[in-house]
């Protein structure tokens, strides 16, 4: 079946530090990958999509790369800034249809 | 960008009574929406396809006598939660679908969600 991990939070970072959170996916097929910011008071929006292997998404700063050898799609940000503080969810579509299986979000907060 | 916006925000409401939930596309028009339920600290699950002019699509575990959904019109979905127990109460999301030029269907504009309290 189709599912998405991804790493616990909370995480707390200071402005301008190094951001990574782990997303792992099972799926069959070859899914289209994607992760959602959920800022607070708002709906989800759309954050960067891969939708292939080794396709890099990327915007706003953050970056994450299709991996299908490790099944991951790792986001990361070189430096954060406290307007960063969300929700990040990591989001797989499978190749049929188009239904959505989401991870269980991870909250970030960046402190000054 | 696409909006998609949901009423009520909040809703509180005594066990047994219903409650309606719309989900709008508010500058596109949206032939496929979803409905998704957010528990605390979990993820978004979805429990419902729903196609205009036609009947829900629901997910396993969902039942559709429970979660009534209506797609009236290309912009508009209904979610109904009848009878209403203090279970009910979560985060319910719906999401649209913008089709682009060459019908791609992969990016889903979400409602900024209705937290429904059952008493």
């Known amino acids: 079946g189709n599912s998405v991990t991804q790493m616990e939070g909370p995480v707390t970072l200071s402005e301008e530090a190094f951001l990574t959170i782990n997303c792992t996916y099972t799926a069959t097929g070859y899914p289209s990958l994607f992760w959602y910011v959920q800022y607070p008071g708002e709906g989800l929006q759309l954050l960067l999509k891969a939708t292939k292997a080794d396709d890099k998404g990327s915007n706003k700063g953050f970056e994450a790369t299709y991996r299908k050898e490790t099944t991951s799609f790792h986001l990361e940000k070189g430096s954060v800034q406290v307007s960063d503080s969300a929700v990040y969810f990591c989001a797989l579509r499978a190749n049929t249809g188009n239904q959505f299986y989401f991870g269980t979000g991870t909250s970030l907060t960046v402190i000054p | 960008g696409a909006v998609v916006s949901q009423h009520p925000s909040w809703v509180i409401c005594k066990s047994g009574t219903s409650v309606k939930i719309e989900c709008r596309s508010l500058?596109?028009?949206?032939?496929?929406m979803f409905w998704y339920r957010q528990f605390p600290k979990q993820s978004l699950m979805l429990m419902a396809t729903?196609?205009?002019?036609?009947?829900?699509?629901?997910e396993q575990g969902v039942e559709k006598d429970k979660f009534l959904i209506n797609h009236a019109s290309l912009t508009l979905s209904t979610l109904t939660v009848t009878s209403a127990h203090p279970e009910d109460s979560s985060f319910y999301i719906c999401s649209a679908n913008l089709a682009g030029a060459g019908g791609s269907t992969d990016t889903q504009y979400f409602g900024p969600g209705t937290r429904l309290t059952v008493l």
């Open positions: 500058d596109f028009q949206a032939t496929t």
């Open positions: 729903s196609n205009e002019g036609s009947k829900a699509t629901y």
